[in-house]
């Protein structure tokens, strides 16, 4: 997977760590776990109806959470206040954590999590014309007109049936810098 070390540029080996080939610098011992990209999405129902987005990147006309990939300086609740924001024009509050999706593929490993947020109820979104082309908020008895995610769908009637309590970041914790999510 990485035929160069992203520390110091020197070429990589394969070495068995951990029961499995690894790429390994033999300059710097730097070694290759897991490819992750994380991403982030956002719940947000007023008066019952769910704020999508229809894409304007591929998958384009495809309709789903606000939602997007998480970059390396942001927190999870930074980085869904930032998609949200990007995708709607709208400023939101994570509440907490409702989902947490892996899905290991070949290149890499996708977690997703995606928050309940809340957003001003007097403000309307407004798509930004290039991630998303429409944002609104959708009656779900208008999803079957829409080419709406499996995914999406999914965490919508997942929440509206089950309605889970979030999962709050904590502020007590040990670790300067760390977010933790927890039910406890």
């Not at 997977?1 to 390994?24: H, I, L, N, Q, Y």
């Not at 290991?104 to 930004?128: G, M, W």
Request: hydrophobic share 40%.
């Amino acid at each position: 997977m990485a035929r160069f070390c992203p520390e110091c540029g020197t070429s990589t080996f394969k070495r068995e760590d951990g029961g499995r080939p690894r790429d390994v610098c033999p300059a710097c011992g730097w070694v290759q776990y897991a490819r992750v990209a994380v991403g982030v999405g956002a719940l947000i129902v007023r008066e019952g109806r769910v704020l999508l987005v229809e894409r304007g990147i591929p998958p384009v006309g495809r309709w789903t959470l606000p939602s997007g990939w998480i970059e390396q300086e942001d927190t999870l609740e930074g980085a869904v206040i930032r998609e949200v924001w990007e995708e709607t024009g709208l400023h939101c509050q994570p509440v907490g954590l409702i989902c947490l999706r892996n899905m290991p593929r070949e290149r890499q490993n996708e977690l997703y999590a995606c928050f309940l947020c809340e957003v001003d109820p007097a403000v309307e979104p407004v798509p930004d014309g290039v991630e998303s082309t429409q944002a609104r908020f959708v009656d779900p008895a208008e999803f079957d007109a829409l080419d709406l995610s499996v995914f999406s769908r999914y965490v919508i009637e997942q929440y509206q049936t089950r309605r889970p309590r979030p999962w709050p970041a904590r502020a007590d914790v040990p670790l300067p810098g760390a977010l933790v999510l927890a039910a406890f």
